[in-house]
């Protein structure tokens, strides 16, 4: 599951790439990005912007909220929106561009911007690489249905989904958060932008947009030395209070874990949400 691969060294042009290098491109991205334990987020340049400024992020995968820059890759995504209080518009680009992320906002307000992947795949050769993943947010290995279901241990092959989404500010950032409608989505109950609570983010976790109860929320701030990481649970609502921590950038992170379903082709299925933001 490990590589030395850095997608920073792809060296492409911005916006525009050869159909010829697309499917290269497409198996070194997927090289670069395991997914075991591995967090997908938007990042924003700046969480907070003046109304005649340019929404400027980039999609990234990594771990301790530290990753690699991802190319716009509409093949790689079945949805890439911003919301805001006049309705949704579709992130465009042209494959290759990065950033993914590069939009003019059409009015001041709080401003959502949503990531849903397409489904893909991952395979563990060893049980304990996939079982310490499944610990470490706060599930349980199912070791004993993987064997029942037919399959060794050092074979386990996970389909997995991921939903991100960031919170940005243009102007004033009025507005409230809500439901864009992904299989799973973390939404915050208040604005951290208009109205911040000394203790923290209310956030509600939701899985087919109903509460997600006693799930585990992995929050991360800051990085490399000053990281700081801590996990909450949701009560039966599937609420939280994401920890004030300090100023600056938030990652929060859950995981909805199942067996697949026959259509997937895989024994286990994985749902990932993603919510980022800036505490001020």
């Keep these: 599951m490990e590589t030395k691969l850095c997608r920073e060294d792809i060296k492409l042009p911005y916006r525009w790439m050869p159909s010829i290098l697309m499917p290269i491109l497409s198996v070194l991205l997927l090289l670069a ?62 494959p290759g561009d990065i950033p993914p992320l590069n939009m003019m906002p059409r009015r001041d307000g709080l401003h959502r911007v949503i990531y849903q992947s397409k489904t893909k795949t991952v395979h563990f050769e060893e049980w304990q690489k996939f079982a310490d993943y499944l610990l470490d947010m706060g599930l349980e290995p199912p070791l004993a249905r993987h064997t029942e279901l037919g399959y060794a241990p050092n074979d386990v092959t996970e389909s997995y989904i991921r939903c991100a989404k960031a919170l940005v500010a243009v102007g004033d950032g009025a507005g409230q958060d809500a439901s864009a409608g992904m299989p799973i989505e973390l ?54 209070v994401l920890p004030n921590l300090g100023p600056g950038p938030y990652l929060a992170n859950a995981v909805h874990f199942m067996e697949a379903p026959s259509i997937y082709g895989t024994p286990w299925l994985s749902h990932w949400a993603s919510l980022t933001y800036k505490q001020p």
């Design 33 to 94: 990005s395991p997914a075991s334990a591995h967090e997908f987020w938007i990042e924003a340049d700046s969480y907070q912007v003046e109304p005649d400024q340019a929404i400027v992020g980039h999609t990234k995968t990594g771990m301790n909220f530290k990753g690699i820059r991802d190319y716009y890759l509409p093949h790689l995504f079945d949805r890439f929106e911003m919301i805001d209080a006049d309705g949704m518009r579709p992130v465009e680009g042209l």
């Design 187 to 240: 939404v915050a109950l208040n604005n951290p932008y208009t109205t911040a609570d000394a203790t923290g983010l209310t956030v509600q976790l939701l899985w087919q947009n109903a509460p997600m109860g006693n799930a585990q929320i992995t929050v991360f701030h800051g990085q490399n030395e000053t990281l700081q990481v801590v996990k909450v649970h949701t009560n039966d609502t599937g609420i939280a």
